[in-house]
């Protein structure tokens, strides 16, 4: 069993910061990557950063330059260090991992429970 669980979400002005959580746990065998996705109402799913084995991160042009992801091995945890926030940035902010339970089984992909950011203008 693996879990995600997010936290850091919350309201915050425009121009102000948050950072954002994701604790994995459970039989994790070979974390392969750690992203952030997040939805707005009536909007799809969208990829916000992620970063890959051996630290590779891609992070997504609306917000380059504002947002950074990271990632504590030790702890497992994954964190995203959101600068000037916008109002277009209100969103639940999801954690994703694609990972292996154990050797020899496929790389499968987990979802957190969502946080929610909301930026007021």
């Known amino acids: 069993q693996v879990q995600l669980v997010e936290s850091g979400g919350g309201l915050v002005q425009a121009g102000g910061s948050l950072r954002l959580s994701c604790l994995a746990s459970?039989?994790?065998?070979?974390?392969?990557?750690m992203g952030w996705y997040r939805q707005a109402t009536g909007k799809q799913r969208e990829l916000v950063a992620r970063?890959?084995?051996?630290?590779?991160?891609n992070v997504a042009d609306s917000v380059k330059g504002r947002f950074t992801v990271s990632k504590d091995n030790a702890k497992n945890t994954m964190y995203l260090q959101m600068n000037s926030l916008k109002p277009e940035d209100t969103a639940v902010y999801y954690c994703?991992?694609?990972?292996?339970?154990?050797?020899?089984?496929?790389?499968?992909?987990?979802w957190g429970q969502g946080t929610q950011v909301t930026v007021s203008s």
């Open positions: 994703n991992a694609l990972l292996q339970t154990r050797l020899y089984d496929a790389v499968a992909e987990y």
């Open positions: 970063i890959i084995s051996g630290g590779v991160t």
């Open positions: 459970g039989n994790i065998f070979s974390m392969h990557a």
